[in-house]
């Protein structure tokens, strides 16, 4: 263990800075508050230390899950306190997240705009910085907060367990309980790692994918009277574009009546008709295609709902499927005009 050399350097007005953790088994959230803290100018080039010895905690420049105290002005983000209960909504008053933070929710809560800014390279007061910094927090480090915090994600015994979370990874990086070797240095190093490829990876993918969905979503609800005048149904031309969570949003920002169907090619020159769930996440639809389409296929489909081009609607009618766009139009319409009846 390096003590004497790190004592030394801290004693140095020229030493690189230093950032401290708990030493000993490790977990998701410490893990990825080093990795978020190095992502900024400041701490590129930092030391990190696992201890629990005072005298380096005490003089090191960041002290992250040890150490018993929250202190930002001091640069201390501890959450294991009893006296300490921030959540998100408790620091940001517009959040309405209710999860107790650990410390890597502490960092990105005082760090993540700037860590998004520097790892995107654009300016922090770029409007996307705080959608990105709420996506990333809702996502991908809310669930770490709550699982190094030991909050169930619901009440009651599960259906099935649900064992390959980001924290549940970190914890198989630790040496088994009966191995020879307990030194968790390496375990960590690749912690570290791990936790970093998958941030930056969700990241990458809500700034570059998720993000311009949206802008397709509000041109395809901006223009929904054009395709029917109900202003129920909207056409995405743009295949697999991830369109329900940005939907849910702006019908609520720009007070809209509810999406009942999206139309979009399937990547084959084919046509789908999906029926607007009644919450991002629900199997349920606002309005599911008509019951006696249900399960049918091709001519049989054809026959009974009296349009060209239909290839099946799905058991459930959630969605459907037609050899055109018009097609897949009037099977909506249709649907509308029936109250998802049989038609």
């Known amino acids: 263990f390096r003590l004497p050399l790190l004592m030394a350097a801290a004693a140095s007005s020229s030493r690189r800075r230093l950032i401290a953790t708990h030493g000993g088994a490790f977990h998701c959230d410490d893990a990825l508050a080093c990795f978020l803290l190095r992502r900024l100018p400041d701490y590129r080039d930092a030391d990190i230390v696992r201890t629990r010895d005072p005298d380096v905690l005490s003089g090191s420049d960041v002290v992250v899950d040890v150490g018993g105290v929250y202190d930002p002005k001091r640069h201390r983000y501890d959450h294991h306190q009893r006296t300490f209960s921030e959540s998100m909504?408790?620091?940001?008053?517009?959040?309405?997240?209710?999860t107790k933070l650990s410390s890597a929710g502490l960092v990105f809560?005082?760090?993540?705009?700037?860590?998004?800014a520097q790892v995107l390279g654009i300016s922090l007061s770029d409007p996307k910085i705080p959608i990105l910094w709420d996506k990333m927090y809702v996502n991908f480090l809310e669930e770490i907060d709550a699982i190094d915090n030991g909050i169930s994600q619901f009440d009651g015994e599960p259906r099935y367990l649900f064992t390959t979370n980001l924290s549940a990874r970190v914890s198989h990086l630790n040496p088994a309980w009966n191995s020879d070797n307990s030194n968790t240095e390496a375990g960590f190093t690749k912690a570290m790692s791990l936790v970093g490829e998958e941030f930056l990876g969700r990241l990458n993918f809500y700034h570059n994918s998720w993000l311009p969905a949206r802008g397709e979503v509000e041109a395809a609800v901006t223009g929904s009277k054009e395709v029917d005048v109900s202003g129920q149904i909207i056409v995405l031309d743009k295949g697999h574009c991830p369109w329900k969570e940005h939907l849910f949003e702006l019908?609520?920002?720009?007070?809209l009546q509810p999406i009942m169907f999206v139309l979009f090619p399937d990547g084959n020159g084919l046509w789908r008709v999906q029926a607007v769930p009644e919450t991002p996440n629900s199997f349920n639809s606002r309005l599911p295609l008509p019951e006696n389409w249900r399960?049918?296929?091709d001519e049989e489909l054809c026959a009974k709902s009296g349009i060209e081009g239909c290839i099946f609607v799905h058991a459930s009618g959630f969605i459907g499927g037609n050899k055109s766009r018009d097609g897949a139009l009037r099977m909506a319409r249709e649907t509308l005009r029936g109250g998802g009846e049989g038609v």
Do not use: Q, V
């Open 89 to 98: 909504s408790t620091l940001r008053p517009t959040s309405t997240r209710t």
């Open 109 to 116: 809560h005082h760090f993540g705009e700037r860590i998004l």
């Open 295 to 297: 399960g049918l296929r």
């Open 251 to 255: 019908e609520k920002e720009m007070a």
